[in-house]
């Protein structure tokens, strides 16, 4: 036998039988084989509980138990082991039915020899080896179909949400371009530098969408590598907190705390900037014009840790479970437009750089964001 080393379970009431089975078990045995014996059916299911089995043979007339249904019941609790039924008549039909109850093999009692238990044995669990290989690869198949499903509807929520999200800023971008081609004469010097603003930001926002697709592409795929390198913390927040200030046109408060760096520490910048550039953005955009922002960070060993609190909206309590899948909104944003693409992005670059994310949350309230991430060399292990 493949095996050397079994454990078998025999469920037999009859105690001249046992010892008859005990006997010609041990003598066929081809390694390390071992027997535990239970005389009624909810003795056998207590062992299965504390104990592992390779095989089981089980009477079908027990004190607790009689016929077919002690097939069913044993199965119902080892549904992946291999049983032996025995019996103590040559009967084929029920032997077919208990085949079709779960069972692998059956065996007369007085029957039975060493070559036969040897046999049915090694049989059985080949049986149920292939079995459970045909189950595992039905279970992949499945899996399989379910990701392609899943794959089909974020290509379709892809396809839907770039043609949303673009389709406004070309529009803008073409009368845009038209207004300066066609009646470049007649604007002022003002209203070029506003219109030149406009374009640029509108630009820039596309860039950015898509930037973070191509992003979720690569530590999709596993293209992505942290590259690290010295960054002053507080002058990187600093300089995107301004970034934000200018784009959001002073409509809230974003105020920053971070303890002063002396020096540069190791960090992955680009990882760092989409995940800070995006639980900003989300706290700006689902909170009320004049509202404050907090971005807090603060040092602990080799681990910074970053805050953001807004007193926006808040996240219904019933989806905060989804945040952070692909395309995924909450039902209270309105009108406020976004991609769903945010928080799915910030995860993926925590999960990469071996941090941790939480969110606190309550509706009308406000929202904390806190991402705990390793730095240096500990962000590659």
Excluded at 242 to 259: A, G, K, P, R, V
Excluded at 330 to 336: A, P, T, Y
Aim: hydrophobic share 40%; glycine share 4%.
């Amino acid at each position: 036998m493949q095996q050397e080393s079994i454990q078998v379970l025999l469920v037999e009431d009859s105690l001249t039988d046992a010892q008859l089975f005990e006997h010609v078990f041990f003598r066929a045995a081809t390694g390390d084989w071992k027997l535990v014996h239970a005389k009624r059916l909810s003795e056998a299911i207590n062992y299965c509980c504390t104990q592992s089995f390779d095989l089981a043979l089980l009477d079908l007339r027990l004190p607790d138990s009689e016929g077919l249904a002690t097939v069913s019941r044993l199965h119902q609790v080892i549904p992946d082991i291999p049983i032996i039924i025995l019996t103590v008549s040559d009967d084929e039909e029920l032997a077919l039915e208990a085949m079709a109850q779960g069972a692998q093999d059956y065996l007369v009692k007085d029957q039975v020899t060493i070559q036969l238990l040897r046999r049915s044995i090694r049989y059985a669990m080949e049986r149920s080896q292939i079995l459970q290989q045909l189950k595992n690869r039905e279970r992949e198949a499945l899996q399989a179909l379910d990701r392609e499903r899943e794959l089909n509807q974020l290509k379709s929520y892809f396809v839907s949400m770039v043609s949303h999200e673009f389709r406004n800023p070309l529009s803008a971008l073409r009368v845009l371009s038209e207004v300066l081609l066609h009646y470049d004469s007649n604007l002022t010097a003002q209203k070029k530098e506003t219109y030149s603003q406009q374009i640029n930001t509108t630009v820039n926002h596309m860039c950015q969408l898509l930037d973070e697709v191509i992003l979720l592409g690569k530590v999709d795929t596993g293209n992505f590598e942290i590259e690290l390198r010295p960054l002053h913390l507080k002058e990187f927040c600093e300089e995107l907190i301004t970034s934000f200030q200018y784009s959001d046109e002073n409509q809230h408060s974003i105020i920053l705390d971070c303890q002063q760096d002396l020096h540069p520490i190791e960090m992955d910048a680009d990882l760092l900037r989409h995940i800070l550039a995006n639980l900003i953005s989300n706290a700006l955009k689902y909170s009320p014009s004049g509202s404050e922002v907090r971005v807090e960070v603060s040092f602990l060993n080799d681990q910074v840790t970053f805050c953001i609190r807004d007193r926006g909206i808040g996240i219904p309590e019933t989806e905060q479970h989804r945040l952070f899948e692909t395309f995924s909104r909450c039902s209270n944003v309105g009108k406020i437009q976004g991609t769903g693409l945010g928080l799915a992005i910030v995860k993926r670059c925590v999960d990469l750089y071996t941090g941790e994310i939480s969110i606190e949350s309550q509706v009308g309230i406000g929202t904390n964001v806190t991402v705990l991430l390793p730095v240096g060399d500990s962000a590659l292990r």
